[in-house]
């Protein structure tokens, strides 16, 4: 059965109808014992037809173990959306629902280049000397989520230093106990400090500066 429908894919088509360079998603999935890799696999499969300038790339997660590494995955599914590098963009987990949203909107960041952070954000990110790591915990029904979820892939791509993770929770129950998320959107920042909810730009730096 199809996942995106006729009027879904028409509107996908529209949404990445600006993009201006080829986007590849590298995909990590696995036979056993993964809930959704196979759906996730046929989305992005179908998501591929909706423009020519979108790739698709897709590994096993057990025996693929060079291309594991390489990316750093440690759970799947896993999707890592680049250009002709490694932008640190990671989406774990099925990005349906609102994380659809955030998924389309990734790949056309790397496509145009086109970021919307601010002067002062990108004069920070510059002068990080030490690495990044934000993930950002969600789930597919919450539209306050695509927001967080964007707005620290737009950090990824504009800085080689920052790694963004979008790890949907209900998938990875485990994280969601390491983290302490009750609520959602949660972006746990160089895994000791942590902002609740889709936050200002400028809380997420200050949330930065505070964790290095």
Not at 147 to 161: E, F, G, N, R, T
Not at 185 to 201: H, L
Request: glycine residues 4%; contains cysteine.
């Amino acid at each position: 059965m199809q996942i995106l429908d006729d009027k879904v894919m028409k509107d996908v088509i529209k949404a990445l109808s600006n993009m201006k360079n080829e986007v590849n998603l590298v995909l990590f999935t696995q036979e056993n014992d993964c809930h959704l890799c196979k759906e996730t696999h046929q989305l992005m499969t179908e998501l591929t037809t909706a423009n020519p300038l979108v790739k698709l790339e897709a590994y096993d997660f057990d025996k693929d173990k060079d291309q594991v590494e390489k990316y750093g995955i440690d759970k799947v599914p896993a999707l890592v959306v680049m250009d002709e590098k490694d932008r640190g963009i990671r989406l774990f987990g099925i990005p349906s629902g609102y994380e659809f949203s955030s998924l389309l909107s990734a790949i056309l960041m790397v496509s145009t280049g086109i970021t919307k952070l601010k002067d002062e954000t990108k004069s920070y990110l510059d002068s990080l000397e030490e690495d990044v790591h934000l993930q950002v915990f969600v789930t597919p029904t919450c539209p306050h989520c695509p927001p967080a979820v964007i707005l620290a892939h737009q950090m990824a791509y504009y800085s080689d230093k920052v790694r963004a993770d979008m790890v949907e929770v209900t998938e990875f129950p485990h994280l969601g106990d390491k983290y302490s998320v009750a609520g959602v959107p949660r972006t746990v920042i160089n895994e000791d400090w942590f902002q609740e909810g889709a936050a200002p730009e400028s809380y997420i730096v200050a949330k930065i500066k505070e964790s290095i």
